[in-house]
Nanobody, 115 residues
């Protein structure tokens, strides 16, 4: 059983920055993708960024150049550095790890970007 705990959300003005962190319990193999999803009010959950290795990283077009995902396999952590935040980045951000066909989720952390 894998448990994921997120931290780092909050309220920030447009143009500001936040760092989200996620710690996974148990051993997470480096080949298993870890990433961040977000869900804005009234919208479906969407993938923001994910990484399985330094050469296998994905970013949604809407965050490219502003967000950076990093991973520490020794500490079972994944971090999302978010810069130049926009009001449309507002939402609940969920940490995710995919093991085979099964997805594990954290409880989410709220990010609110004011204009």
């Amino acid at each position: 059983q894998v448990q994921l705990v997120e931290s780092g959300g909050g309220l920030v003005q447009a143009g500001g920055s936040l760092r989200l962190s996620c710690v996974a319990s148990g051993s997470i193999a480096s080949r298993w993708p870890m990433g961040w999803y977000r869900q804005a009010p009234g919208k479906q959950r969407e993938l923001v960024a994910s990484t399985a290795s330094s050469s296998n990283t994905y970013y949604a077009d809407s965050v490219k150049g502003r967000f950076t995902i990093s991973r520490d396999n020794a500490k079972n952590t994944v971090t999302l550095d978010m810069n130049n935040l926009k009001p449309e980045d507002t939402g609940v951000y969920y940490c995710n790890v995919r093991i085979g066909t099964y997805n594990y989720w954290g409880k989410g952390t709220l990010v609110t970007v004011s204009s």
